[in-house]
């Protein structure tokens, strides 16, 4: 079982203050890299649990609006390239498997290499029966096949500028 608990964390002089509200526990550290294990032994020590079970919300709320652009940047990035990668892999599948292009052809028309291409084959293949083809008959019923959903993005770091609009604008 883990225990989640929002810690905020602030900069005073050449210390981070580690304060987490909810349990009226406050630490200081040296480094953000320190934060996340004091906290976490804080929090553990007071309630009387292992420290790895629990699970923390790093917030730094003085530098929210600073990072925030960061955070929007990152989310876009990691959807466009969601985005590639079914394109890519949609691509690779119509060009070998459709129109039974050679993998030099394909990894030129993709602009991608012989490694890349053969592991965009090996997707396209894995998900096969999930995706709809591009050229061919639709299934029996007369529909498209529906399309898989995609794996999300690798989540971001575990300590994080909150990216909610409390934290932005100092409320609770």
Partial sequence: MSTHYETRLYRIGRWWAVDVPELAIHTQCRTLDEAEDMARDAIGEALGIRPETVDLRLVVPEIAGLLESVLV???????????????????????SEDLQMSPGDACRLLGVSQQEMSQLSRAARASADARPRLLGPPN?????????????????????????????????
């Fill in 73 to 95: 940047a990152r989310r876009e990035r990691a959807a466009a390239e969601a985005a590639e990668r079914t394109a890519l892999a949609d691509a690779a599948r119509t060009l």
């Fill in 140 to 172: 029996s019923s007369g529909a498209a096949h529906p399309r898989q959903q995609r794996p999300t993005p690798p989540p971001r770091p575990r300590w994080a500028v909150a990216d909610d609009a409390r934290s932005l604008h100092g409320g609770a």
